[in-house]
């Protein structure tokens, strides 16, 4: 009983955060956006980015450890793991490139002004 619970805690919470973030980029910073050169006017820095660096990847990780606690799956467990080391891996990469972009369009706004 206490295990299921945890599960829907952690499975909301997933669902909340994931949510509020997709909320926060908006049409235009979610997704593969910003490899389209489609950006924000600069990086989001709102609820819950100030809290979290990763909203979606931790929120997702989240609703699938809950969703596993709560059909009380060690396949779901592991699979979950999986999932969140391969955030890990993808963060390795997206992080920098992230901050290079944005790095990059507020060079070319100052270029602008001047």
């Known amino acids: ?15 909340v955060m994931a949510t509020w973030a997709i909320v926060a980029l908006n049409f235009y910073g979610y997704g593969f956006a910003d490899s389209f050169d489609i950006l924000m006017e600069e990086r989001v820095t709102s609820f819950p980015f100030n809290v979290f660096n990763n909203p979606m990847y931790l929120g997702s990780t989240l609703e699938y450890v809950g969703a596993s606690l709560v ?9 979950s793991a999986l999932i969140g080391a391969m955030y890990l891996i993808a963060l390795h990469f997206e992080e ?19």
């Open 71 to 79: 059909a009380a799956s060690p396949t779901g467990m592991v699979l």
């Open 96 to 114: 920098p490139f992230t901050a290079m972009i944005y790095a990059d369009k507020a060079n070319q706004n100052i270029r602008k002004e001047n």
């Open 1 to 15: 009983m206490v295990i299921r619970t945890i599960g829907q805690v952690l499975t909301a919470s997933g669902v």
